[in-house]
């Protein structure tokens, strides 16, 4: 007689709650990438391209929101899942981390998107002010004594860099910086008599978003030694969320770095004259 088997073991289905979760998740990781990609490379203008930032946010948010309506199903009636919530809330938070932060620093940073070392003469924007006409750009203007005094306060230690080298020196350390840091330059100009005053125009990008933000440099002879001045600006934004100030202090210390490095180096020790041997002694 042959054996008879029960019938097969049948599993808990899934939870469609769950799983939409996870696509909802998914999303707004391909959203962001996408909107990255569009901001780097000016696909479209900024309006939309933010558009679909803040859309992919929404959706990782709505994801959180999903988990925790799978989770309560799941505990209700015992439908399987939670994996796909532990998988969704992972990726929502990574989505979700650097906005948290910016949000952060928007709430303890002045509204300010214009940094200098110089507020009451800082350096111009000549050939980086055409950049700066377009819908929805700062102006090249300087911000004003509200901004300097919101700056004095925030970001106290930003002033003037004074090098104890020539001016030409100077220029060619914060020259080979730029360079090292891959800004698009828009224009240098080395220090010529008759006032040696250099000046170097650059646009730089932020980390993630790839946002312009406008740097202008400026070398002046100070006597002996030498003087610069720094200013970044953001092209978009009324607050920079201090990406402006990080820039411009990390150029001040590697300024002060470079110069240091090379006037510290040591000199070359001369070399003793040859002996020369007497007529007649044998060399051993």
């Given at each position: 007689m042959a054996r008879r088997f029960s019938a097969p073991y049948q599993s808990e289905p899934v939870s469609g709650l769950a799983s939409w979760a996870r696509n909802l998740a998914v999303f707004s990781v391909v959203a962001v990438l996408v909107s990255i990609i569009i901001v780097r490379f000016g696909f479209l203008e900024m309006k939309p391209a933010l558009a679909t930032f803040f859309g992919a946010l929404a959706c990782a948010g709505l994801s959180i929101l999903v988990c925790l309506a799978a989770f309560v199903a799941i505990w209700q009636n015992g439908s399987r899942g939670m994996s796909r919530i532990l998988l969704a809330l992972l990726i929502d938070a990574v989505v979700l981390a650097y906005p948290a932060y910016l949000g952060v620093q928007y709430r303890r940073l002045p509204p300010i998107h214009d940094i200098t070392t110089d507020p009451i003469d800082p350096p111009r924007f000549d050939a980086l002010a055409r950049l700066r006409t377009g819908e929805g750009t700062n102006t090249a203007v300087y911000a004003g004594l509200y901004s300097a005094e919101q700056q004095r306060l925030a970001y106290p230690d930003i002033e003037t860099v004074?090098?104890?080298?020539?001016?030409?020196?100077?220029?060619?350390?914060?020259?080979?910086?730029?360079?090292?840091?891959?800004?698009?330059?828009?224009?240098?100009?080395?220090?010529?008599?008759?006032?040696?005053?250099?000046?170097?125009?650059?646009?730089?990008?932020?980390p993630i978003m790839g946002f312009r933000e406008d740097v202008s440099i400026r070398v002046t002879p100070d006597g002996e030694g030498s003087r610069v001045d720094i200013r970044s600006s953001s092209r978009y934004f009324e607050s920079d969320l201090g990406s402006n100030a990080a820039r411009i202090t990390r150029l001040i210390d590697d300024i002060n770095s470079a110069v240091d490095s090379a006037s510290l180096k040591p000199a070359k020790k001369p070399q003793a004259p040859a002996k020369v041997q007497p007529k007649g002694v044998a060399k051993r």
């Open positions: 004074e090098l104890e080298v020539p001016v030409q020196r100077a220029f060619d350390v914060t020259m080979q910086l730029v360079t090292k840091r891959k800004w698009l330059v828009i224009d240098e100009r080395a220090p010529q008599p008759p006032r040696r005053i250099g000046r170097i125009e650059a646009v730089a990008r932020t």
